[in-house]
Each structure stands twice: as C-alpha cells, then as structure tokens.
C-alpha cells in the first residue's frame, strides 16, 4: 500500500487589520479580519521538511498590514484580489492563493467617532491562480422576521410526526448568503448593497408557505436585479417562535405572546444559479 499525500494548502488566519484613513479632522474606519491559504509545490515540507518553497505564515501578515498602508483596504473584495494576485504573481511555487475576508461594519457618530454595526458581518473570498480568479461576496448574522404572511401546512407526515399545520406563524431566520460574480470587476461597494437589499426586500414582500419558497424567492430577485451575479447560495435557520400557553392563567392568547426557541432548528439551505452562468471552478461557499 503506498502512502501519497493529498490536497492541501497553509496560510494565515484571522490577521486582524483596523485602518484609520485621515482627511484633516474627519476620519475614516476599516476592520477586517483576513485569512490567506496558498497552495502549490509544498511536497518537500510535507515528507522532509524542507522548507525551501515554503514562504512564512508571519510574511503573509506582514502583507497583509504593508498593502493597507501601500493601496489602503477599501472594498474587501479590492483588497482580496491585490493579496491574492500579490501571492500568486510573486512566489513561484504558488500556484493558487485564496484570501477571506470577514468586514466590520463601523457607523459614524462624528468627525472621528463610531459606533461597531452588529447587524450582520460583511464576507468575501477570492481565488487566484495564474489563468483564474473567482470572486465571492456575501454576508452573515443578518437576523430578519415576519411576524405574519407565513403558513406551513400539507407536509409529509409519519408515525413521528406531531407538528400541528398552521396558517399564521412568525418566519423568522439569520440570513448567510454568500454569492459568486461573473467576473472580477465591478462597483463592490454597490454590488454588495444592491445585492443585500433584494434578499431583504424578497424577504419582506414573499408571502412565504415554506422557507424553501422565501429562500428561493431571496435568491431569484438577487439574480433578477444584479446581472454581475452568477449564482447565490443560501443557509436559513428556522428560527422557531412557539405560542405560549396562557391558558392556566384563564388567559387567551390570539397569536400574541411567543417563546422564542433557541435550538434544535431548522436549517434550510440552498443554491439559486443562472442556468447559462458558467460553473464555478473552485470552492466558491466560503
């Protein structure tokens, strides 16, 4: 039996960046927390430990801090697709390098005073390699809920099921979306805003009879109104809210006072994709 090694790659992670840009007495916020992973010739260090064609994980982020002084770290995406190509184009025993990137979001209170969003986590990742790139964006944690418009009923059932049908329920999910563009270029800033109001706005105005048909829904209206977008993928948790029962207390409750469950969950996930768009050739979910 012979013993090979397989596919593997090794980097950086959670570099975490935090630039000021200064413009007089008005400044300007970027946080990213950055993974880098380079794969390529790295046999030797694996079976010998040679380390000859192995660049240092502490190089990485030292680049990572020398290229937002240098370009400044603007979009993620912008900033992941110059480590990346940096990476690719500099070490020849690269032969793909992918980087992430998890984005802070910082709101302004004044000319040099913010307050941390927490209402979700912007996301990218880029691959290179020396013929290909493929851009990722998405986001995570961004918790959405109709407290009507949402039904669940004629499901399958066995001798285990004891879930009632209904016809009025809370739909409540936190959305992680991730989806891959149809090329390397475009307004990111832009294409992530657009792209975050449609899952929205497809959220709020689906009249949902499953979260299988609010997920779809969320995907096609990206697709529908952001032409760079080639596909999206999509990972809903049912967020169950449960009727409290008031009735020991001779009190009615008409779909008013809930108990919010933590786990078990649901997990709905899913891919919405153009039927023309061209298939993606590495990892592309993050």
């Known amino acids: 039996m012979a013993i090979v090694l397989g596919p593997n790659r090794y980097g950086k992670a959670e570099t975490r960046l935090v630039q000021v840009t200064r413009d007089g007495d008005t400044h300007g916020l970027t946080e990213f927390t950055v993974g880098t992973a380079l794969s390529g010739d790295l046999t030797a260090t694996h079976l010998t430990g040679d380390n000859a064609g192995v660049l240092p ?7 990572v801090y020398a290229f937002a002084k240098q370009h400044g770290a603007g979009q993620p995406e912008a900033f992941a697709l110059l480590l990346a190509r940096h990476f690719v184009g500099t070490q020849p025993q ?6 992430t990137i998890e984005a802070t979001g910082w709101e302004r209170l004044g000319p040099h005073s913010f307050r941390r969003k927490g209402d979700f ?19 995570k944690d961004l918790v959405v809920l109709n407290s009507t418009a949402s039904e669940f009923h004629g499901f399958r059932r066995d001798r285990y099921t004891t879930l009632a049908e209904t016809t009025d329920r809370i739909l409540a999910t936190e959305v992680d979306a991730r989806w891959r563009h149809l090329s ?3 307004d990111w800033a832009e ?7 449609a899952m929205v706005n497809a959220f709020v105005n689906t009249y949902s009879l499953s979260l299988q048909q609010t997920l779809f829904s969320m995907g096609s209206r990206v697709l529908e109104s952001r032409p760079e977008i080639a ?13 409290a029962d008031l009735s020991p207390f001779d009190l009615a409750n008409p779909g008013e006072v809930f108990i919010a469950g933590d786990r078990p969950y649901g997990l709905i996930e899913g891919t919405v994709t153009r039927d023309d768009a061209p298939p993606a050739r590495a990892e592309w979910y993050l």
Do not use: W
């Open 184 to 186: 390397d270029t475009t």
């Open 94 to 99: 690269v032969v793909r390098a992918r980087v």
């Open 191 to 197: 294409s992530f805003e657009k792209a975050k109001d």
């Open 57 to 63: 994980t502490d190089t990485m982020k030292n680049t």
């Open 121 to 139: 986590t912007r996301l990218c990742a880029v691959t290179v390699e020396e013929s290909f790139t493929q851009v990722v964006s998405g986001l």
């Open 231 to 243: 596909e999206i993928r999509l990972a809903l948790p049912n967020r169950h809210h449960y009727l």
